[in-house]
């Protein structure tokens, strides 16, 4: 597993490191790929059938928005809004390379306007308003479109009196948009204060990786919180923690069931069991 | 505790408040400073490297001044025409400094924090300690007082001034503790209506093993939440250093103000060098590129106001640092203390809901 340093990410602390693993370092193209969980290789069709997972190991293998939405949803139910909302660059970042010109090629390269894609859709019968993070756009981190996105989602889920679903999948916030995307972290949990205090139903749903200002923000703010087997969750990134404090981390450090077992997540439910927990979940709480 | 500790800055500041004429008081008081700073640690004991020949001036002047004592010889038109040089000379520096100098400015080693600042300007200061779940942190100190005659609940970042301070705060950097105990002594002043006061100046959370398991991003995020609805006038100050969610995690409010020469950012400028350049060389460039300067942030709207500190920055007279701050927030409070708790919180709302909403559009 290649570990590289994502370009985008602004975690807290002293120092913004953190630690992905690229798609295609992950998935690379052709017939046959090697799991990242358990080193064999298996057949690519196997494991997309099998909802992007291994089917000797069960690792779960990270999805696109789009492929998450496709195995979350009832067929055809999903309307995406807010489609084309795209980053004006609100401060003309420039380092090393133009943030304007690093958009502009991952949006032609992605075919996506930015980290996340939202919209109506329904669960086992069940409507609902659903946000799904990006992490092939730009590490999945916030920015002015994210947070713009995510906070206009709980708006029409309140005001529908609809149950709101948020799948992370985020570095945290975006470098790029410097304090701008620190703000979404102060507007999306404000929305959220308001959608509680309204008894609205908001579950958080947390993938491979969710870190930095997305967990310090919305993504803990869920009545419940279910995270994928294994999934790395934490604020600061495992390289800055291990730079400060100079000792090795422990074996399982800041994956889905450590935060299980610190009591900071609900449930911990995998791929093929999510559809029919959130949908029980809604009918539990007569939404 | 970290209150025995003494703080120099403030203590030592002239004790003569500006009153009637602030330009002259202002410029005598900033040389008085000055000659203690100078008399104190020696011109190169905690100059940053702009600061250098402001402190060599400053030396010549504290000469003549031992001199015209000592020998009784008349050097007072020497000793004004220093005075003048040095004025126009931090004058000149302070307008021009880079996004990196300023960087240094805020985080410079007698700049004036949170415990000098309630020594400077709050009255009847009571702290009150821990979160009433796992301990008492100190990187993030609270308590009741009054501020220009305001009852107020105050929550400030501390980052320590000698080393053992320094350590029994962390520098600054809170546990999710120190979150659990802002918010609970914030959910107390909104029972009984005291507005809250924060002070912000951190580098950011802290991050080790303890801080995670205990869950850092719940707390950050459960103030984020609750902040935004406590009825009660909440005003934030960034007075040194705003990094990133650690900032935050006591940084929503009705009011975002900053110290002129404050940073705040998402993430700091190493940490940016870091992921752009692999290594911290490229900082100053790093914060060129973040615009986290408070006149970068007026401009966009992130911060309400930017407080002007004293010619030379903060640490070059922290009294007259604390009666801009304290200005500041009796002003504000006079504005927000009539409105009622609904018009507060839904003006809160907007103004958070409107924050980046002008820097996206429809492809
Ligand atoms: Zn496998």
């Known amino acids: 597993m290649a570990e590289i340093t994502s370009p985008t990410v602004a975690t807290s602390g002293l120092q913004g490191n953190f630690v992905q693993t690229r798609k295609h370092v992950d998935v690379p193209e052709g017939l046959w790929l090697k799991c990242a969980g358990c080193g064999e290789m298996i057949f690519r069709k196997d494991m997309e059938e099998n909802l992007h997972t291994c089917p000797g190991c069960d690792h779960h293998f990270r999805l696109s928005a789009r492929q998450r939405i496709k195995i979350l949803t009832d067929d055809g139910s999903f309307e995406e809004t ?58 999945g981190s916030m920015g002015a479109v994210v947070g713009e996105k995510i906070t206009r989602s709980i708006e029409k889920a309140l005001a529908d009196k609809l149950p709101l679903v948020i799948v992370s999948c985020s570095g945290g916030a975006r470098m790029q948009e410097s304090t701008i995307s620190l703000m979404q972290m102060a507007k999306t949990s404000a929305a959220l204060a308001r959608f509680h205090a309204a008894g609205g139903l908001f579950v958080s749903v947390l993938t491979d990786p969710t870190t930095g200002g997305t967990t310090a923000s919305f993504a803990m703010l869920g009545d419940v919180i279910f995270a994928e087997p294994k999934a ?42 999510l559809r029919s927990q959130i949908a029980r979940t809604i009918d539990y709480c007569g939404k | 505790m970290a209150k025995q500790v003494k703080r120099k800055a403030a203590t030592q500041a002239p004790a003569h408040k500006t009153v009637a004429e602030p330009q002259a008081q202002a410029v005598e008081s900033t040389l008085l400073e000055a000659e203690t700073l100078a008399l104190r640690a ?117 980052k320590g001034r000698d080393t053992r301070e320094k350590i029994a705060c962390n520098f600054g950097c809170a546990h999710p503790e120190g979150y659990r105990k802002a918010l609970a002594k914030m959910q107390f002043a909104a029972k009984f209506k005291l507005p809250i006061v924060t002070f912000i100046d951190t580098q950011g959370a802290y991050p080790g093993l303890g801080s995670e398991e205990r869950g850092v991003a719940e707390a950050i995020a459960v103030n984020l939440r609750e902040m935004a609805l406590l009825p009660t006038p ?39 060098s870091g992921i752009l350049w692999k290594g911290s060389q490229n900082a100053p460039d790093a914060a060129e590129a973040l615009k986290l300067t408070s006149r970068h942030l007026k401009s966009l709207g992130v911060i309400d106001e930017i407080i002007r500190e004293p010619l030379g920055g903060a640490h070059r007279n922290p009294r007259a640092a604390a009666d801009a701050i304290e200005r500041y927030i009796d002003r504000t409070l006079r504005e927000l203390k009539p409105l009622s708790a609904e018009k507060l919180t839904d003006t809160r709302y907007d103004r958070l809901r409107k924050l980046g909403a002008d820097t996206i559009e429809v492809a």
């Open chain 1, 82 to 139: 807010n489609a084309s909302l795209v980053s004006r660059d609100p401060i003309s970042f420039s380092a090393k390379k133009a943030y304007k010109q690093q958009i502009a090629a991952i949006r032609q390269a992605t075919g996506s306007c930015d980290a996340l894609v939202s919209g109506k859709a329904f669960i086992k019968g069940r409507p609902l308003m659903l946000a799904v993070m990006d992490f092939d756009f730009l590490a």
């Open chain 2, 234 to 272: 909440i005003i934030c100050i960034v007075i040194g250093e705003g990094g990133s969610g650690g900032a935050l995690g006591i940084g929503v409010g009705d009011r975002l103000a900053m110290m002129e020469f404050a940073w705040y950012s998402v993430i700091s400028p190493e940490g940016c």
């Open chain 2, 42 to 158: 020696g011109p190169a004991g905690m100059a940053l490297e702009f600061e250098k020949p402001i402190l060599k001036l400053e030396r010549q002047i504290l000469d003549l001044v031992q001199l015209q004592e000592q020998k009784g010889v008349d050097y007072n038109t020497e000793i004004r025409q220093l005075r003048d040089n040095l004025t126009s000379l931090l004058k000149k520096t302070y307008q021009n400094l880079s996004a990196w100098e300023t960087v240094q400015v805020a985080r410079h080693p007698a700049r004036p924090q949170t415990r000098d600042y309630i020594d400077l300007l709050v009255t009847d200061f009571d702290e009150l300690h821990g979160d009433r779940k796992f301990g008492d942190d100190l990187a993030i100190v609270t308590g009741t007082g009054r501020i220009a005659g305001h009852k107020v609940m105050l929550v400030g970042h501390h």
């Open chain 1, 232 to 273: 790395m969750i934490g604020f600061a990134g495992p390289r800055t923690i291990a730079n400060t404090i100079r000792v090795e981390l422990p074996e399982g450090f800041q994956r889905a069931e450590f935060l299980l077992q610190k009591g900071f997540v609900d449930r911990i439910v995998p791929r093929r069991e």
